[in-house]
């Protein structure tokens, strides 16, 4: 443990420097910063808390990220306590409370710091002309090219209990540590109540506790297929790990032994919903191929604790209290005064371990609960759903002390590629009853119950997050030395042409390092919501070296929407140490992944009767529309029309559904079978108007059949 706690004495120096010596000014309670940099992305607010709804749907803790509605964040509640408080007026409190949310901004809450920093500056990603990486430069406040991780967030807030806190959050982008953040939370009694620099109070806090309870939707998409209510997370099942913590701490994690069932954490998943009459574990879309849309195991890791503000080493007998907690059910405060105080009084005893009204416990929920219960929120009856509860303390901190707690925060569970194959097999069996496999199980046993199958391919998800909070715990130990990927190509430009598409890049910067290996291009068809396949590969140096590359697709078919990233990668030379498995290691495919399409773009032409409607008719679900347009099922193209055009689609009686007015000087338009109010199309038969600026014009027939 020497390396630790060097780390942590070091970590702790710098931290106070920072939060005493900053130059304090008041940041709004709606500012956030989002880290989009690895494939959990995720926002931090301003307040020092997260309450994910934006007021459409819950936001945040996206994993995997490069597939849509895949957030997993709900809420959480986090609360800091003390007892025997004296305020600034001299006034005692039997017990003083924060609540880190919104609402108490301006009042018991002083966000005074919100910012990111990255280790380089994000890639220009450009398609045909237009800055696509420009939306995404805003998440940066500034670079710093000494940070080991490739994104850190600094967020400082004070508490008119004069207990600041300073919160760290780092990310990386490599690619076996991509799917957590780390987070170390520094409180200090500094004696600041407020948004200035000025020390309003000057004493001890005593008996200090800190402590949030979580809750996870895991996932979004699931919510569609489980049921709406999933949405902030009703049916999650919550467990822990790491009763036996203090008998193991000492013991590193290695490769041969990733895995540990001892290391304290705690963590959710999608459960039964009582509406349901089929198992939705996993949450099997029923009503389209069966896919698993909700695989994610998310939750917490307790990386370190210190024992005191005078023993800055680990104590593995916190967090006093690690377990679940009725979702909606806490003392909620409406201000901070002495009229709450019997609600302060009631927060301080569940700080200390105690559920509030009984509807919690630190035992393994899902363990306990599993057979008797099978809808999890029947087990306390809040309708909120289950949460993760963590608290830490006491601590008492004279003026100026620091207690420095460390978490990771992590999602993990099956690929995509494993949900279509699990999920899809699933619901062949479960339409029809005489298919009694035989289904092959994790561990290579056979079963005739597809539940069953699905279900325990589903659990798997559990050793996935072990292992993802045992990668946190391993590259916190080491300082943050894990093994480095090369950074990427600071430009990446796609060009769209009438016979290829045109990829040019710059040099990576890290092209001079030892064991720089090349370049690689992957490239998914329809959307970005996709597989993405390897289509080229080369080393460094090729072409101009150190200065410009190009490769040009020609495998790109007229029609469809390309998008397209590319990574630096090296021989792995570097990637020798127990931090992860070893082997080449590549830059993340987010810094440069297109989100715009590029397509073959035919010249214009001025023979109106050159034009065609492709497909015509077009059926939905026929063979020839998979092939001509994957992944893009509502899809028409109008080939050989003028570069400028006016195309206004009717019905058979006349009835205007949808103008589109082409400028972009090609022969092609896509036209995705929506009306101008954004609804599908029925079948029918359907008359395109096409007209140039000069005045000539021609109509089209062409059949629709859904």
Known sequence: ???????????????????????????????????????????????????????????????????????????????LGCRDYV?????????????????????????????????????TVIVDGSNVSAVYSRD?????????????VTNIINTSMGLTMNRTVYAFSQQYHDNYHIKIYTFTNTGNIDYDDEIERDGPLYGVRIGWSERYSVSREGSYAIGGTQSWGKHCWVTKRGEDYAQHYGEPITLANPIVQWIRCGFAWAGQAETNAFDNVGGPYLSQDGRLTAPHHAGI??????????????????????????????????????????????????????????????????????????????VHNDGGGTNVWINYGPFDLEMGDSVVIVEAEGINGLNRDMCREIGRRWKQAYNDPNDKGPFILPDGSTTDDEDVYKDQWVYTGRDSILLTFSRAKRNFDMGFQIPQPPQPPTLFEVSSGGDKISLVWTASPSEGEGGFGGYRIFRSEGRTDTTYDEIFACGFGTDNPGIVYQYDDLTAARGVSYYYYIVAFNDGSNNNTDANPHGS??????????????????????????????????????????????????????????????????????????????????????????????????????????????????????????
């Open 1 to 79: 443990m020497k390396i630790s706690n060097q780390l942590f004495t070091i970590t702790i120096i710098l931290l106070l420097i920072a939060t005493l010596s900053q130059g304090f000014g008041q940041v709004q309670s709606s500012d956030k910063r989002y880290i989009r940099i690895g494939s959990l992305q995720n926002h931090y607010s301003a307040y020092g808390s997260e309450r994910a709804w934006n007021n459409s749907y819950y936001e945040g803790l996206i994993w995997p990220a490069q597939y849509l509605y895949q957030d997993n964040a709900v809420i959480k509640r986090s609360f």
């Open 585 to 706: 290691l590549h830059s993340g495919m987010f810094y440069t992944r297109t989100t715009e399409p590029a397509y073959l773009r035919r010249p214009g032409s001025n023979d109106l009767e050159s034009i065609r409607i492709v497909p015509n008719p077009y059926y939905l679900n026929a063979d020839r529309q998979r092939l001509l347009f994957p992944e893009e099922a509502d899809k028409i193209m109008f080939y050989n029309i003028p570069g400028q055009c006016t195309i206004k689609i009717y019905t058979e009686r006349g009835d205007l559904i949808q103008t589109i007015e082409h400028t972009d000087g090609s022969g092609d338009q896509a036209w995705y079978s929506v009306t101008s109010s954004r609804q599908v199309v029925v079948s029918g038969v359907y008359i395109a108007h096409i007209e140039t600026p000069d005045g000539r014009s021609i109509n089209k027939k062409f059949i629709i059949v859904r």
């Open 301 to 378: 890791v307790v990386i370190h604790v210190d024992r005191s503000a005078q023993d800055h080493t680990d104590d593995p007998n916190q967090p006093v209290t690690l377990g679940w907690h009725a979702g909606d059910t806490y003392p909620g405060m409406n201000t901070v005064s002495r009229a709450e105080l019997p609600k302060m009084i009631l927060q301080y005893s569940m700080l200390s371990g105690n559920p509030h009204d009984g509807l919690g416990g630190n035992e393994r929920f899902w363990e306990t609960y599993k057979d008797k219960k099978k809808d999890p929120y029947l």
């Open 140 to 152: 940066i406040d500034e670079i710093n090219p000494d940070q080991v991780p490739d994104r850190i």
């Open 87 to 123: 305020d600034e007026g001299g006034l005692y409190w039997e017990a003083y409370g924060i609540y880190l949310s919104a609402g108490f901004v301006g009042s018991s809450v002083f966000p005074v710091v919100l910012k990111q920093s990255a280790k380089f500056a994000l890639p």
